[in-house]
């Protein structure tokens, strides 16, 4: 077995070989998987607690955890859980150990975030078959978000049923953090009951609709598409969201300059040409709709139009940033 000093971090326990994290409060299983994971090639991390496995997970980073369900104190079910609410070890896959089989308890190890379950007694062949594919998915997802990390993309993967967030790259953190505040686990209700909707829709098989959240002259676009397994193949109930983020004040002032017209003034056409209704221009910029509307019969006049249609296709045509932003 493989102990942590307490001073190492993820790249000190991490080396070409996969790390397995085995969490059993019982001697004999330990020594039987620390055996065979060691002779596999594997390098062999043990705890005897939940809270241990808590501590050595969010330390070591291990690539996969084996979790027993029974145990003292903290059970697995709930160590699992755990591990699953923190979005530095979400994305490590847990298989369950346990000699439960009845339906609720496998119920149960899947509800808690489990990838995968064995029985008890362990066998040894079978554990090392399911870590080898598990792994494999792990890697592939690893290499995708490492990816999109590195090219700037703000991705996640959300679960319908609960609205948990999976994993997310860096800076799709960075822009809910900014747009929506609260967890970075939970993704806002405005957001899953628009993946609630579009879920539905996608079932039925209508068009695809995404979804435009704004603050101020900042926008965020989602768009929604099915999450694939290794196979290629849609996992039930997860969704891949991708976000792009735009600042909108340099057309809205390229609007002002263009248009003569006032900021305010260009905000209100800005979003007019959005297709927002007064009252949601209001909600937006802070302010009543009868002030918008006040603004928008000043925009009117100064353009020598009539109607929100003719204020939107004369902007647009002066204005070639808009198009753009569409």
């Known amino acids: 077995m493989n102990p942590v000093p307490p001073d190492a971090s993820p790249l000190d326990e991490r080396d070409a070989a996969d790390v397995v994290l085995v969490v059993d409060d019982v001697p004999e299983n330990l020594a039987l998987l620390n055996d065979s994971l060691d002779e596999a090639g594997y390098t062999v991390l043990v705890a005897t607690s939940g809270e241990a496995a808590l501590t050595l997970a969010a330390r070591a980073q291990p690539d996969i955890v084996l979790l027993d369900a029974v145990m003292p104190g903290l059970d697995g079910f709930e160590t699992a859980r755990r591990l699953k609410a923190d979005p530095e070890t979400a994305p490590i896959p847990i298989v369950f150990m346990t000699g439960l089989t009845e339906t609720e308890h496998v119920v149960a190890?899947?509800?808690?975030?489990?990838?995968?379950?064995?029985?008890?007694?362990?066998r040894p062949r079978e554990v090392l078959a399911r870590i080898a594919a598990h792994l494999h998915q792990a890697r592939?997802?690893?290499?995708?978000?490492?990816?999109?990390?590195?090219?700037?993309?703000?991705?996640?993967?959300?679960?319908?049923?609960?609205?948990r967030r999976l994993w997310q790259t860096a800076l799709a953190r960075r822009m809910l953090a900014e747009h929506?505040?609260?967890?970075?686990?939970?993704?806002?209700?405005?957001?899953?009951?628009?993946?609630?909707?579009?879920?539905?829709?996608?079932?039925?098989?209508?068009?695809?609709?995404?979804?435009?959240?704004?603050?101020?002259?900042?926008?965020?676009?989602?768009a929604?598409?099915?999450?694939?397994?290794?196979?290629?193949?849609?996992?039930?109930?997860?969704?891949?969201?991708?976000?792009?983020?735009?600042?909108?004040?340099?057309?809205?002032?390229?609007?002002?300059?263009?248009?003569?017209?006032?900021?305010?003034?260009?905000?209100?056409?800005?979003?007019?040409v959005q297709g927002k209704t007064n009252r949601d221009i209001g909600d937006i910029l802070g302010t009543s709709h009868?002030?918008?509307?006040?603004?928008?019969?000043?925009?009117?006049?100064?353009?020598?139009?009539?109607t929100r249609t003719a204020?939107?296709?004369?902007?647009?045509a002066r204005v070639k940033q808009l198009g753009r932003a569409n």
Do not use: C
């Open 109 to 122: 190890a899947f509800g808690a975030g489990g990838t995968d379950y064995v029985t008890k007694p362990i």
């Open 224 to 272: 929604l598409h099915p999450m694939p397994d290794d196979g290629g193949e849609p996992v039930p109930g997860e969704w891949l969201v991708v976000m792009r983020e735009s600042d909108d004040a340099a057309i809205v002032e390229a609007m002002s300059l263009a248009l003569e017209l006032t900021a305010r003034e260009a905000e209100v056409l800005y979003w007019v």
């Open 140 to 163: 592939s997802q690893r290499q995708a978000r490492n990816a999109l990390d590195a090219f700037g993309h703000a991705t996640m993967v959300v679960r319908e049923r609960d609205g």
């Open 290 to 306: 009868r002030t918008v509307t006040k603004h928008l019969e000043h925009v009117f006049e100064k353009l020598g139009v009539e």
């Open 311 to 316: 204020a939107a296709a004369l902007a647009m």
């Open 180 to 222: 929506f505040g609260g967890e970075d686990t939970d993704t806002p209700p405005e957001l899953m009951a628009w993946v609630a909707r579009e879920s539905l829709r996608r079932r039925a098989g209508a068009e695809p609709a995404g979804l435009t959240v704004a603050r101020g002259a900042r926008r965020i676009a989602f």
